[in-house]
């Protein structure tokens, strides 16, 4: 392990960086495309977004997406057209799938995109093909022309709350009115099409996707088939001249307002899955950052459940705080929930909440439930007992639950489940609100605990794999993603407080205490530290985010709004007459942030690469620090802000 890391280890965890984005246009819409995925982003007409994303993707027999290999890419543009051509090839194990795309844009604002691919091996495959991406904010609950298969126009609305279920099946075209009069048609050649609610998954638009779900999957594609398919997005009307006109300096604006107000949720972490004992160094810093709770998960159907209740309920004693105790029953849970509650009567733990699932269900069935409830208030009829999914939101929109046995509804949420690049897991931060918003529609009043929320997917401490505990493997375990100890989840994690905090959650649990889903290593370090390059018995830049908010979590949340919350979130907080606002870059580029409306001066604290190893090493010398203090001007204060940089402004 070298004793300097370089930078972009610190921003993202691996020293690759993703190759800079191409910027096209076509007449009146720009977008950006990403030679490393060949994916089209973010085409706009001004200011408004008309599509989030094209991309075409090669998934495996078990959905999981193949990395594509761009290689000769060629450009002939000007200033109101475009033509871009670049080879792809798709390889793993036993798929190579090889196309070529081309992609071309006009004065008029057409775009077209092809590909045409060749099975250069004999593969089970669940999609080959074009996905769409509509953005959130733009189309939401707003109105849609949806063309089917068999010619039929249906006059629609898109999802406003997640949709558990297609919207829109056998989909030719799909049209929607990006500002007054100017509609945009996406149209589809080559398969059938139709829509998901990616928020379902925390993904921030609707994807319309080829090959629908109905039929079945996965399916063998021999040797020398061949895939041809095109997305074409027209425009129709004329859009105004006032959105076209730039307005962008370069800079982005954070607004803090006085309301609404809103509290910050609760926040716990889980029980480290490597089953090491907490030193006491590592107590002394987990008390900093004033948890609420720890989340700990005794497989009661399993054989040492006892020893790791023990251990995580004498923990939780140490940092005088509660257990968030998730039960996963197995095949026998009335016997299950007796031995538990055999064991707590003499160990008493420091239960606060109890959370019913079952290995064998994605969603809780209510009989567990009153099974629990009957039998864990003979401990203390006073504990709240949740219950919902330990997966991604999806399965409890699609099974939702019958409240009322309920003290809280709970679910698990990830930000890459269909893509996994930075831009994409930025994309997933405002999902938060909708998530909260739509399990309102069948939750009433009940608190909602999103538990818990990690970087990679998450799995019970019972099903997942148990690499951690000394892997000799060249790759990290699924479950582990090398950002974790990186700046870029400190500013997503700072993110993802901001919308939970306003859509109203009472807790989050994030990630685990050590180890490489914590938020601190281990003092033995990285198990494999040639892709995980950690520093032993140091934080993680994201400990001190928490820290942060942990100082001030009796506080009430600001809203706060950013012209680009894709490049820049804040966390605005207040108690007693004071703020603390909290700002992260969300981008691999340096940023400008302005912050309007502040006179007095401020004592700012930065975290990032130039002193972000030090933080780690060093919390404390590093949390001992005030700040340096920096003067507004013109009632408004400006800051240069490194990739993935995480600010601390405190006022008064």
Known sequence: MPSVLPAPVLWHGAERVPTEPLVLRAGPLTMLFEPDLAFVRYIRLGGREVLRGIYSAVRDHNWGTVTPQVSDLRLDCDDQGFRLTFDVECVHEPIDFAWRGSITGNAQGTILFSME????????????????????????????????????????HFP???????????????????????????????????????????????????????????????????????????LA?????????????????????DRPRSRLPRIGLQVASSGQPLRSVELDRLRKLKLH??????????????????????????????????LFLGPSPAIELDNLLAKIRTLRPPVSSWIVFHVDEASTNETWVRLARDRLSEYDPQIPLG?????????????????????????????????????????????????????????????????????????????????????????LPQSVDPRQMSLFWAAWTLGSLKHLAQAGVQSVTYGETT?????????????????????????????????????????????????????????????????????????????????????????VTILDETNAQGAMRAPEAFRAQTGTRVEPSGAALRLALRPYTVARLDLG
């Open 237 to 257: 009307g004329r859009p105004p001249s006032t959105l076209l006109r730039s307005s962008s300096d370069g800079e982005t604006v954070l607004d803090v307002a």
């Open 117 to 156: 691919g060749i099975a250069r091996s004999t593969f089970l495959r669940s999609r080959i093909g074009f996905c769409v991406l509509h953005p959130i904010d733009e189309c939401a609950g707003r109105e849609c022309r949806v063309e089917h298969v068999n010619g039929s126009v249906q006059h629609a």
């Open 515 to 603: 180890g490489w889903r914590g938020v601190m290593e281990t003092e033995s370090g990285s198990h494999l530290p040639e892709v995980f390059r950690s520093l032993p018995d140091a934080v993680f830049p994201v400990y001190h985010v928490l820290a942060d908010v942990g100082d001030w979590s009796d506080a009430q949340v600001l809203a706060t709004s950013s012209s680009d919350s894709l490049a820049v979130e804040g966390l605005a907080l207040e108690r007693n007459g004071r703020r603390r606002l909290m700002v992260a870059n969300l981008t691999g580029e340096k940023q400008v942030v302005v912050i309007p409306g502040l006179t007095a001066p401020v004592r």
């Open 160 to 234: 406003k709350h997640i949709s558990p279920h297609q919207p829109f099946k056998d989909v030719r075209a799909i049209a929607h009115e990006v500002t007054p009069g100017v509609w945009a048609e996406a149209r589809f050649s080559g398969d059938v099409f139709e829509m998901e609610d990616q928020r379902n998954w925390t993904d921030a638009s609707f994807k319309t996707y080829c090959t629908p779900l109905g039929l079945p999957y996965p399916v063998e594609i021999v040797a020398g088939t061949r895939v041809t398919q095109t997305v074409e997005l027209r």
């Open 387 to 475: 219950a919902g999914t330990y997966r991604d939101f999806t399965e409890l929109n699609r099974c939702r639950p019958l409240v009322e046995p309920l003290d809280f509804i709970c679910y698990a949420a990830n930000p890459q489940v269909h893509a996994f690049d930075n831009r994409s897991i930025v994309e997933t931060l405002p999902t938060h609100q909708d998530l909260v918003e739509t399990a309102r529609q069948f939750a009433g009043s009940l608190p909602i605990a999103v538990t818990p929320l990690s970087l990679k997917a998450y799995a019970p401490s019972s099903l997942q794999d148990r690499a951690a505990g000394g892997s000799t493997q060249a790759a």
């Open 293 to 326: 709770r720890r989340r700990v998960e005794p497989p009661l159907h399993g054989p040492a459940w006892r020893e790791g209740l023990a251990r995580a309920a004498g923990q939780a004693q140490a940092l005088g705080i509660g257990l968030e105790a998730a």
